[in-house]
């Protein structure tokens, strides 16, 4: 059985793919003899020459596989059909957009090989990024942490490694919207961070747009915890005890002949407007949840493979 197997999701990054595979040969593969490792590039239904400069890599180097997928279905999809179709001791997953340091790997051997751990991340200290890119992925890591992973690193990890039997697990789940990282550290096997600092992106743009973190967001926060339910409940007695107070001192106010009523519009709009965007907020949360019930039932895959080049 291949020892390693490093799974690279490709959606349009034809200006990275020959500098990330010679790199990955020169700094990953040669410097692990004792250990058989291969590239596994997984097309997300490119548009651009993607496909083709992966091809015309596979023909001069034995230690590439390609899965093209029928069409764009996300980069999670894309990194699941490299993990379900490759057999391999352990998996490493890391992006195609040379952000992340490629010799970081070999600490990711030595960690699963010597050290037995089966899941080893790279966690972002630091980032060579805006100041939006950075304040939101800090909010919703810090929600990940309080709501459903106490152990989820600060900075997060995108760059990693798992031993097949966490694979296993992860697939055995078979989570229709899925929070990948959380499904890792779901499983609860040993786990070991490694900080690093993750690069300002040199070439081309980013296809991780803003719609597809919060869908992201979304899904790693419903998919394992009960939180926003509950806060459907303790808000729903808040505000109607809210209201019963209100009411007593309307009825108080009348009684003691303090103020004019009818009692102004404003107050009454005011009221109308907090409670239907509280009832509107708390029946998308409701929806949210039918939802993914919906897409776990239908079992719907999660990718469809085009070819697979072994």
Same mark, same amino acid.
């Given at each position: 059985?291949?020892?390693?197997?490093?799974?690279? !999701?490709?959606? $349009?990054?034809?200006?990275?793919?020959?500098?990330?595979?010679? &790199?990955?040969?020169?700094?990953?593969?040669?410097?692990?003899?004792?250990?058989?490792?291969?590239?596994?590039? $997984?097309?997300?239904?490119?548009?651009?020459?993607?496909?083709?400069?992966?091809?015309? *890599?596979?023909?001069?180097?034995?230690?590439?596989?390609?899965?093209?997928?029928?069409?764009? %279905?996300?980069?999670?999809?894309?990194?699941?059909?490299?993990? &379900?179709? /490759? #057999?391999?001791? $352990?998996?490493?997953?890391?992006?195609?957009?040379?952000?992340?340091?490629?010799?970081?790997?070999?600490?990711?051997?030595?960690?699963?090989? &010597?050290?037995?751990?089966?899941?080893?991340?790279? #966690?972002?200290?630091?980032?060579?990024?805006?100041?939006?890119?950075?304040?939101? !992925?800090?909010?919703?890591?810090? *929600?990940? =942490?309080?709501?459903? %992973?106490?152990? +989820?690193? !600060?900075?997060?990890?995108?760059?990693?490694?798992?031993?097949?039997?966490? =694979?296993? #697990?992860?697939?055995?789940?078979?989570?229709?919207?899925?929070?990948?990282?959380?499904?890792?550290?779901?499983?609860? +096997?040993?786990?070991?961070?490694?900080?690093? =600092?993750?690069?300002?992106?040199?070439?081309?743009?980013?296809?991780?747009?803003?719609?597809?973190?919060? &869908?992201?967001?979304?899904?790693?926060? @419903?998919?394992?915890? %009960?939180?926003?339910?509950?806060?459907?409940?303790?808000?729903?007695?808040?505000?109607?005890?809210?209201?019963?107070?209100?009411?007593?001192?309307?009825?108080?106010?009348? %009684?003691?002949?303090?103020?004019?009523? !009818?009692?102004?519009?404003?107050?009454?709009?005011?009221?109308?407007?907090?409670?239907?965007?509280?009832?509107?907020?708390?029946?998308?949360? /409701?929806? #949210?949840? @039918?939802?993914?019930?919906?897409?776990?039932?239908?079992?719907?895959?999660? +990718?469809? /493979?085009?070819? @697979?080049?072994?």
């Amino acid at each position: 059985m291949i020892d390693y197997s490093i799974i690279i !999701p490709v959606y $349009c990054n034809s200006q990275t793919i020959n500098e990330l595979y010679e &790199t990955i040969n020169e700094k990953v593969l040669k410097k692990n003899i004792k250990l058989v490792g291969q590239v596994v590039f $997984c097309d997300d239904g490119s548009s651009d020459n993607s496909f083709e400069k992966l091809i015309q *890599l596979k023909s001069k180097y034995s230690s590439i596989k390609i899965i093209k997928l029928t069409r764009n %279905f996300g980069q999670v999809p894309a990194i699941y059909s490299g993990l &379900t179709n /490759i #057999e391999s001791k $352990c998996y490493i997953v890391i992006s195609a957009d040379l952000q992340d340091p490629i010799d970081l790997m070999n600490q990711f051997l030595l960690n699963h090989v &010597t050290k037995k751990y089966d899941i080893v991340g790279a #966690e972002r200290v630091i980032r060579d990024d805006s100041w939006l890119s950075k304040i939101g !992925p800090k909010i919703f890591y810090t *929600l990940i =942490r309080k709501l459903n %992973f106490p152990n +989820y690193p !600060p900075g997060g990890f995108d760059y990693f490694l798992i031993s097949k039997r966490v =694979r296993d #697990e992860i697939i055995r789940m078979n989570q229709a919207n899925s929070f990948l990282q959380g499904e890792i550290l779901n499983t609860g +096997y040993k786990a070991k961070f490694i900080p690093y =600092r993750r690069l300002k992106r040199l070439v081309g743009k980013s296809k991780w747009t803003f719609s597809k973190k919060i &869908t992201y967001f979304i899904d790693g926060i @419903l998919g394992y915890s %009960f939180f926003p339910l509950r806060l459907m409940t303790v808000s729903g007695i808040l505000i109607f005890f809210f209201a019963m107070f209100f009411s007593f001192y309307i009825i108080f106010s009348k %009684f003691i002949g303090y103020g004019t009523f !009818p009692l102004g519009w404003t107050t009454l709009v005011i009221l109308i407007l907090f409670l239907n965007s509280t009832i509107m907020v708390f029946l998308g949360i /409701i929806g #949210e949840y @039918l939802w993914r019930t919906l897409s776990q039932t239908r079992k719907k895959p999660k +990718y469809v /493979i085009d070819k @697979l080049f072994d």
